[in-house]
């Protein structure tokens, strides 16, 4: 999976605080002269002013401090961590550090808790993120290698209603206000916006240029096409709950309406959900008409809307 979200740059003097989270190490500085542990890294201690500050790795447990839940993201390639749980920690060496939480449920959180660091490899290259997480919990590391195998569905136990094409009652049965339940979630990366541009030929910046869709886009960072944020509905397995039997030929006659209200930033969740809007006999076989919803995973607005038409004949 890849990220369009801000990452840390090292420079001289932060270089072992990065490289040491790398190999599953919390370094800090500590100032020789008065023994005051100092964080961010700095050059001098930041209460004697000594240049006689060593690197030295320690525990990494401490207190949590305070914390806020965001639930507007960020920057919108934070979208699929919401609510994020933003923390500041006090190290039991004194020093607070700014954060986020993992492994915790929002009713799990309280000041004054114990914590103990998360080393978050958030890239295949091994960059690495300081997170905390409660001192009796256990964190799994991400999976670099199929990001969706994370998300898979879990499979219906509910076997599917079967409907004869022929009864005309069951199916105006099926026509509903209420949507299904939530499909499989999936990841829609930068790597997959990029494949899309290639196939599509559209390769406006606003989706394909990370760095000047941040600096002069309109959402903050790029965002995937709706034309593909509407095909992926593909990999989304919807729970009808049923299937349409006894028909000799199914075709996708196309949309009544198609829609595309809010972006899909880079890097987001998204899952779908539908509702049966419509049954009609046509002159030609039976049309059913199905909305199907896609939301970015916790927007209350659609990405996509799209009125499918299925005509069975
Ligand atoms: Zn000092």
Redesign the pocket.
């Known amino acids: 999976m890849s990220t369009n979200k801000p990452m840390p740059v090292p420079t001289e003097i932060s270089a072992p605080f990065w490289d040491g989270l790398k190999a599953g190490r919390l370094n800090l500085q500590r ?1 020789n ?2 023994g ?1 542990w100092i964080f961010f890294p700095r050059r001098h ?1 930041d ?2 002013w ?1 240049h006689d500050v060593e690197w030295r790795e320690v525990a990494g447990t401490g207190t949590l401090y305070t914390y806020t839940l965001t639930r507007i993201p960020t920057l919108p390639d934070f979208a699929d961590e919401m609510p994020q749980k933003m923390a500041v920690v006090e190290l039991d060496e004194g020093v607070r550090i700014n954060t986020t939480l993992v492994g915790l449920d929002e009713d799990e959180i309280r000041v004054g808790m114990r914590v103990k660091p998360v080393f978050d490899k958030v890239k295949p290259d091994g960059t690495t993120l300081l997170r905390f997480t409660g001192l009796d919990k256990t964190v799994a590391p991400r999976r670099f290698d199929d990001p969706e195998a994370a998300a898979a569905p879990e499979e219906a136990a509910v076997p599917l209603r079967q409907i004869p094409v022929g009864d005309e009652a069951a199916l105006q049965a099926l026509v509903s206000d209420e949507f299904t339940s939530w499909s499989n979630q999936i990841v829609v990366d930068q790597a997959l916006i990029d494949e899309f541009a290639r196939l599509s030929g559209d390769d406006y910046w606003i989706h394909t240029d990370p760095e000047k869709a941040r600096k002069q886009g309109p959402f903050g960072g790029t965002i995937a096409h709706g034309a593909l944020v509407q095909v992926l509905q593909s990999r989304l397995k919807i729970p009808l709950g049923f299937e349409v039997i006894g028909f000799s030929n199914m075709v996708n006659y196309g949309s009544d309406r198609l829609r595309f209200p809010s972006p899909v930033p880079a890097g987001a969740r998204i899952h779908a959900r539908a509702r049966v809007k419509r049954v009609e006999k046509v002159r030609s076989g039976t049309q059913l008409t199905l909305e199907v919803n896609i939301h970015v995973v916790g927007a209350e607005r659609p990405s996509v809307i799209n009125d499918l038409v299925i005509l069975y004949m």
């Open positions: 100032c002269s008065c005051h201690c209460k004697c000594s």
